[in-house]
């Protein structure tokens, strides 16, 4: 029978994803010298950007090994360094408490009441401008209560998207759950 072009082969569709873990080990469809379908073993470090398929993806999400998926490698590396500044810091690193200091020193303006969500609206808080990672550090930083944290999202699907990211970050994938449950409800109506 004569050589005919060679079908791709669907190993479905890829995602790509930016690793949270200090390393991950996944597998990755490729092909070998014949052609044939294949499985390779690769490893990634903390913040490189990943191309998935679909049970991968899942496999690592389970593990907590994946960032959220609005993150970028820069994010992910920042909180990172942010995590290990706080470490440092309880440990009595006084470089690392001079900039743990330098990102908590904001002013505090008046708080306005949300009575929509039950919470308060933190005016000194800028979900839309901040990067995820800031937000991230914010409710590391100050531990606003749950109903105060369900407040920032104000009732909108964005920022409650927002806002779940930053949880899940500042409690290392361990989302408070009734944060979760209310974040989820605004995201998917």
């Known amino acids: 029978m004569p050589a005919t072009a060679e079908a791709p082969i669907d190993h479905g569709v890829t995602r790509k994803r930016v690793v949270l873990g200090l390393f991950v080990t996944y597998f990755s469809p490729t092909k070998d010298f014949l052609g044939n379908p294949n499985l390779t073993v690769l490893t990634a470090p903390r913040g490189s950007e990943i191309e998935l398929t679909e049970a991968e993806e899942k496999r690592l999400d389970s593990l907590g090994m994946l960032a959220p998926k609005h993150l970028s490698g820069e994010d992910v590396q920042r909180i990172a360094d942010q995590r290990l500044d706080i470490y440092r810091a309880e440990r009595g ?11 908590a020193l904001m002013t505090q303006p008046p708080v306005q009441s949300a009575p929509a969500t039950g919470g308060i609206v933190r005016s000194d808080v800028d979900v839309e401008g901040w ?10 930083d100050e531990t606003p209560n749950a109903e105060d944290t369900i407040a920032l999202a104000e009732g909108d699907s964005l920022k ?12 290392g994938g361990d989302p408070r759950k009734g ?11």
């Open 93 to 103: 690193d006084q470089e690392a408490v001079g900039r743990a200091n330098e990102r």
């Open 131 to 140: 990067p995820v990672a800031t937000l991230a550090a914010w409710i590391s």
């Open 160 to 171: 409650a998207a927002k806002v779940l990211e930053a949880e899940q970050m500042a409690t």
């Open 179 to 189: 944060v979760e449950t209310a974040l989820r409800k605004l995201i998917e109506p």
